[in-house]
């Protein structure tokens, strides 16, 4: 599972407090570092509020306190800002997928457990969820490629577990590793709009999410 | 399948060279028609290009050629708007499922040949796919609550195909096709976006398709 773990983004506010060994910024660059996090918070929340269309980066910067001028002079355009917002996000959720999968039980209670960790690490960023796979659906092909590069690892990491468990002789050896990670994921994600619109929380998630992944694996098990 | 047949809009633009029986339409009453028809044809082009969010009212009314006012004058807001080209938009797809059912075969051919002529009905207007879906996943809950009325004659059509097939005994009697239906349409839905960004033909769709369809039956066939 190790494919799944996505380094931190370049792009991250400064680490506070922390002692990781990299070489201590300067009073500039913490300034500058400072600025970003500004601005990245204050994308985050503009497009969970209203999604990427209408977020602009003149209501950005306000948000933010700062100018337009200022925002510019970090970030190229509003989509490498909303790649960086992903790219933290889709680390958080890796970070939760990862930690949630419990070796040494069936691919069932592996996913599920990756999943589930999943759903706690990112409820509480539900709106912005909802922006991502709004945005996942209406951008340039330009934007769609790079968002699909950002979420390739968490699918690589996933399909792994599958393939797992094809060699590990749990799964017909004829199964389609991709393809039942494709549907599994795409049902993980369709969740996400039930909690939405309809109040789910983490039990009705996982139970709901249970029994789809029981459908897609029943009929691959080897027996 | 007759469930799966939505009525016509009420809101369809005018029938052209309709003999449908219907009383014919006084001058002012097929003048005001042809203009919300002009309306909604513009809101669609510009959901399409632009998205629910970056389409404007008064942008929908410069497409159309008239005012605001003239707008205002035929939908109470763009949310209504955006409500009657889905309804005409689902009432086509409808349409297409049913015609493309064919009885008498097996489930899996039943659904795919109705999926299928649902794709070959819809690939020409991908871009509103895309924009509705989008749409689905990021607006206020109120409006969530309208798209899924609309969409519901649809989805139950297709879960009555499913409980079909468990009466007639080729699904397992344990099968939940409530479930069954909403991951085979999940799965329908999101190889719209393999066609919006990797340029999937009917083909491509019908045989990917096929190959999901088969991992979510296949643990539910009776034997």
Known sequence: MRDIVLNPPVDAPEAQ???TGARPL????VAKQRTRGKVIE?????FAQRGYDAATIRDIAREAGMSTGAVFANFQDKSELFDTVLAEDLA??????TRGIK??????SRLLGGFVAGYEATL???PLVQAVVARAWHQPLQDARKGRELIAPVIEGLESLVADAIKAGELKPTTDAALVTELVWVAYLSNYRRAAYDSWTIDTLKSHLEQQIDII???QRAR
């Open 17 to 19: 407090g922390s002692d």
């Open 26 to 29: 300067n009073r500039r660059q």
């Open 42 to 46: 204050a994308a985050r929340n503009l």
């Open 92 to 97: 958080r959720l890796a970070e939760a997928l």
């Open 103 to 108: 070796t040494g039980t069936d691919l069932k």
């Open 124 to 126: 509480d960023q539900l």
């Open 217 to 219: 694996l029943s009929g």
